[in-house]
Structures are given as C-alpha cells and as structure tokens.
C-alpha cells in the first residue's frame, strides 16, 4: 500500500509539473469532469451492461469460485494479471506519453497522458472506496487461515481489473482500437487471472471491469 500511494503522489506532482503552461491545473476540476464523462454518452450503456452481469454473475460466485477450485491453474494469466493489476505498466505508459507531449509541445499527447494518470487516480479512489462501504470478504482461498484486517484489500470490486481496465480504457479513447484492443485483451486477462487465481469472486471482477474501463474512456479529452 506505500508504494502505491507514493506513486500516486508521484502522479500528482507529474501532473502539476507537465500540465500545459497556458492555464492553471485543477486536479478536482479535473476529477469532476472525468467522473461525470464515466456516466456519459456510451458509457451509460457499458453501465448498464456491466451493472446486469455483476448481479447475475453474483448468483453464482460459489459456483464459479468452486469450479476453479477443481481446476489447474494457468500460469499465462497470472503472469499477465499480477503484472498489469499493479498499475505500474499503466502509469508508466501515462508519464511516457506525458513526457513526450510535453517535449514535443503537443498539446493533444500531453492530455492523452494526463487523463491517463487521472483516470488511474480516480479508478483508485473509487475502487478503494466502494472497497471499504461494501466490505466484502476475500474468497477463503486467498486468505485461508485468518481475514484479512486491511480494509483496502477487500473483495469488491476487484482493483487489479479496474486498474487494467482504466489503462485499457484510456488507450482505446485516445488512439482507437489499434492498440486499444490488444490492451484490452491484457485486461480482460487480467480479469480472468483474478478468478481463476480464486482470489475475487466473478462479480468483483465484472464490475471493477466496468468501473475501470468507464473511468479510462471518460477522462479522455
């Protein structure tokens, strides 16, 4: 948890610094705007879309969760998952694109990076927080032997997946299916990875899924 809050406080000043010199930078500006173009246009539809499969989807989280227990797993997408969930590739990819704006004087690649790493940001503070309101237990398998006291580590929705999914949101806004969708295979990898691994229930993922990836497309400007 420390080294996720410090590169978000890293993220914070890298937007302060490499914010476009001709206006002042207002992260809850920012936030605000983002946030509300998660809600809007088509998202509307992948909310709707993914709200209905969490709730079916949670009629048979014992089900599923059982079924990979009699499973081997797979090591391809936990390979991919505990890499991509981490949000290391993705802000990464954020301060990459950041940097070259801002050295190129691109205006329109320098935003790209920005709602990146703001849509990261606002997918953690929403993920963390609906993590502590809902506060729902991690599958015994990933925790077998005592619950788990940290309240960020709760079961939903599933941060390695909205992670994923907000850095294969913003790419697919910001430069189209190309490269959007082969990152969004990684995410949906991703999501997988976290089930199999028992450690979410397939409703966790579903909706951090379609958090993630709302806040990605949303953030884009």
Do not use: C
Not at 113 to 133: D, P, Q, R
């Amino acid at each position: 948890m420390n080294g996720t809050i410090k590169s978000l406080l890293f993220f914070i000043l890298s937007l302060g610094l490499l914010s476009p010199p001709a206006s002042a930078y207002s992260l809850m500006s920012h936030l605000g705007q983002g946030t509300k173009g998660a809600f809007t246009d088509s998202n509307k539809w992948i909310w709707l879309s993914g709200l209905t499969l969490s709730l079916v989807a949670a009629n048979y989280d014992l089900d599923i969760y059982e079924h990979y227990g009699r499973q081997e797993k797979e090591e391809f997408p936990d390979s991919v998952g505990d890499v991509m969930g981490t949000g290391i590739p993705g802000a990464g990819i954020a301060l990459l694109t950041m940097g070259l704006g801002w050295i190129s004087g691109s205006r329109k690649v320098l935003g790209a990076g920005a709602s990146h790493a703001e849509a990261l940001f606002a997918t953690f503070i929403y993920t963390s927080s609906l993590k502590i309101v809902m506060e729902r237990d991690r599958p015994q398998e990933f925790n077998p032997t005592e619950q788990d006291e940290n309240i960020f580590n709760a079961s939903f929705p599933s941060g390695h997946t909205s992670t994923a999914f907000a850095t294969a949101g913003s790419i697919m806004a910001s430069t189209g299916p190309i490269l959007g969708i082969p990152v969004l295979i990684l995410a949906g990898i991703t999501g997988y990875s976290r089930v199999q691994q028992r450690a979410h229930y397939a409703a966790d993922v579903i909706f951090g899924a379609t958090l993630g990836y709302t806040m990605g497309t949303g953030f884009y400007k």
